[in-house]
C-alpha cells in the first residue's frame, strides 16, 4: 500500500505563474482533503472533496485557488498567479469515509515563489 | 469554534528521560482530540486519538496522552524518550465531521 502520494514534493516557480499540485489517495480512499502549512504555524483546512465533488472549500481563498478529484486520476490543487505569500507546504490527506477521526496524510508538497 | 494550543516550541530531553509535549484546547461540546507526528520530509503520521472513554490513550511507538477535561488540556507522554522521538509533533482537535484544526507544533529534540 503506497499511501498518500504527493507530486511534486518541491516546486519552485515565479510570481505570476501557476502552480499544480497533485494527490492520488491511498487505495480505496475515495475522499481527499488538502491543508496548508504556512511557516511557524499549524495545518490549515482548506478544501474537502469526493471523486468529481467539492464538499467544503471553506478554507480556499476565494481567488487564485482552484481544486478538483476527478473521476479518474489524482486530485490536483491549482494556484494561478502565484503571490510570495503563497509559499507553504500543501499537505494532502484521504480517508476511506468523510470522517476526520481516520485521516492517512502525504508526505506534503512544498511549493517556494521567488 | 474548535482550537488547540501548543505553548512550547520546542522541547530538549536526553534520552532515556520522560517525553512531555503540551497541548490545550478550547472546544464547545465534548473534544475529539489528535496527535500526530511529522518527521522529516515525510507526512503526518497519526499517534492516538481520544474521542470518548478513558482518559489515558494508548498509541504507537510508547506514546500515551492524557486527557484532563478540569485543566482542558491532552498532553503527549513518552517514560522514556529516544533519540529517534526527534521529530515535530502536532496537536489537533476535530471542529466538526471532517475537518481538524492543528496546534503550530511542538520540535522535540532527543539528545543522545
Known amino acids: 500500500n503506497a499511501g498518500v502520494m504527493q507530486n511534486p514534493r518541491h516546486l519552485v516557480r515565479r510570481r505570476g505563474q501557476e502552480a499544480r499540485l497533485r494527490c492520488s489517495p491511498m487505495k480505496g480512499h475515495s475522499h481527499v482533503y488538502w491543508y496548508r502549512q504556512l511557516p511557524e504555524e499549524g495545518l490549515k483546512f482548506m478544501v474537502y472533496?469526493?471523486?468529481?465533488?467539492?464538499?467544503?472549500e471553506s478554507g480556499m481563498p476565494k481567488e487564485r485557488f482552484s481544486a478538483e478529484f476527478p473521476k479518474e486520476g489524482p486530485s490536483i490543487l491549482r494556484i494561478q498567479q502565484v503571490v510570495r505569500g503563497d509559499s507553504a507546504a500543501y499537505f494532502c490527506a484521504s480517508s476511506p469515509d468523510g470522517g476526520a477521526n481516520v485521516l492517512t496524510f502525504g508526505a506534503g508538497s512544498r511549493l517556494t515563489v521567488l | 469554534a474548535q482550537s488547540v494550543a501548543q505553548p512550547e516550541d520546542q522541547v530538549n530531553v536526553a534520552e532515556g528521560n520522560p517525553l512531555t509535549v503540551k497541548c490545550t484546547y478550547s472546544?464547545?461540546?465534548?473534544?475529539?482530540l489528535f496527535w500526530y507526528v511529522q518527521y522529516p520530509n515525510r507526512g503526518l503520521q497519526f499517534l492516538l486519538k481520544?474521542?470518548?472513554?478513558?482518559?489515558l490513550v494508548k498509541g504507537s511507538y510508547g506514546f500515551e496522552a492524557e486527557f484532563n477535561k478540569s485543566q482542558t488540556s491532552f498532553h503527549l507522554k513518552k517514560p522514556s524518550a529516544l533519540v529517534s522521538d526527534s521529530a515535530l509533533y502536532f496537536c489537533a482537535v476535530r471542529e466538526d465531521d471532517y475537518k481538524l484544526s492543528f496546534g503550530a507544533g511542538t520540535t522535540v529534540t532527543v539528545r543522545a
Open positions: 472546544v464547545s461540546g465534548n473534544p475529539y
Open positions: 472533496l469526493q471523486k468529481e465533488n467539492i464538499i467544503d
Open positions: 481520544y474521542i470518548t472513554g478513558d482518559n
